[in-house]
């Protein structure tokens, strides 16, 4: 494994672990997500460079427009939910009340 390699599959397993084990706001949820889409975007990216074919250079293209639509949901989430109940906590939400 390469230190390129490395570095960027560590990213993702910090996202990841940051988005199991710190969920207490959804604002820090949504950049572990985040920080994980632009983990994936940069390894595709490396890929389809290294690959030098153009069939794979489209993959990373739609990852990048699929991350920005997560985001932009993402945070038309929290401005709802810090509207309603007031704080972005994930605790006090619940799923089970309108």
Known sequence: MTSAQFAFSSAFMLGLTGLAFHRTHLL???????GMMLSL??????????????SHTVAPMLL????A??????????VATTRTH?????????LLQC
């Open 69 to 78: 639509c997560e985001a932009s949901a993402g945070l038309g989430l929290l």
């Open 86 to 94: 007031g704080s972005d906590h994930l605790q006090n939400l619940n």
């Open 28 to 34: 820090s949820a949504l950049l572990c997500l985040e």
């Open 41 to 54: 975007f940069i390894v595709l990216s490396i890929w389809s460079l290294q690959l030098e074919t153009v």
């Open 64 to 67: 990048l427009a699929f991350s």
